[in-house]
């Protein structure tokens, strides 16, 4: 039996190790990151992948970094014959990356070399895209850079965010890596060198991406609200105040209004100028030190002192 060592931690990576086991193969190992202070109260909260691990009775290891030499001894010492990557957030060392006999494959949520970096998920709604896919390829010392084995796509919707895609693209790499495994294993795939020339790149997003421009065109904005849609979620500020913008629609508006103006309040959502005669309706949104609500709950609340005229996002 083909013994694998896992690594991956958000919740990403739980369907793709879930697959490795339903298919048979044997998981002696699973490596993720450290447990991490979460929400407001920072409780130590363990990864996605190691609660699963845990479930299935295989040994976790949590280094802090991998390349440390006790902490890559370790896993070296396991002599997996593959391992498998899925949203890691570590580049493995060479050491690591020549110890399989059948090498380090990773699981990739883009159809690189588009989209190389942490955040792929985030970019491919934020840029626009119709599409995106999954890459599975063998792991390389640079960033997201080695031979492709296979690709598939998956198509990105108008409503889609972050959320929903990020699920879509989570089936579809545990259904690819099932397919591409035994091919791997029996030596039917040719891998494909990938062109650097071609690469583009997602980076884990900044607080400072979060923040609305509302100088942009409507449809930017509005893939900019669903492309950080569960997380980090964009905002904008209002009397100095941050207010966290969860869901939106595009509206035509024909006004001559400065981006960031309130055109109108309607019953169900706030039409905001942007810097075309695509408008943003703010459907779902988050006041400071409050739950999400639907607008019109908020426009019955703490946004009732609201009205047209009134400009979003201006620095005071």
Known sequence: MT???????????????????????????????????VGRKK??????????????????????????????????????????????????????????????INVHASLLPELRGGAPIHYSILQGKE???????????????GDILTQVEVPITEKDTVGTL??????????????????LLNGELTPIKQNDEEATFAYNIKREQEKIDWGKTGEEIYNHIRGLNPWPVAYTTFDGKVIKIWSSEKVKAA??????????????????????????????????????????????GAGSNLAAGDRLGVTE
């Open 43 to 104: 409780v130590l909260t363990p990864p996605p992948v190691k609660v699963e691990a845990i479930k299935q009775g295989i040994p976790v290891y949590q280094p802090e970094k991998i390349r440390q030499p006790e902490e890559l001894e370790k896993v070296i010492a396991l002599k997996p014959d593959l391992v498998v990557t899925a949203a890691f957030g570590q580049i493995l060392p060479k050491e690591l990356l020549d110890a399989p006999k059948f090498g380090c």
């Open 255 to 300: 006004g001559s209004e400065a981006p960031g103006t309130i055109i109108r309040l309607e019953e169900d959502g706030i039409i905001v100028a942007a810097g075309n005669e695509t408008a943003i309706k703010i459907t779902e949104l988050q006041p400071s030190g409050k739950k999400k609500m639907p607008a019109e709950q908020f426009l019955r």
């Open 3 to 37: 013994k694998i060592v896992f690594m991956g931690t958000p919740d990403f990576s739980v369907p793709v190790l879930k697959q490795i086991i339903e298919d048979g193969y044997e998981v002696i190992g699973v490596v993720t990151q450290p447990d991490r202070p």
């Open 131 to 145: 599409k995106t896919g999954i890459t599975i390829m063998y792991m390389a010392e640079k960033l997201d850079a």
């Open 166 to 183: 990020h699920d879509k693209l989570s089936a579809a790499g545990s259904q690819l890596l099932s397919e591409t495994l035994s091919k």
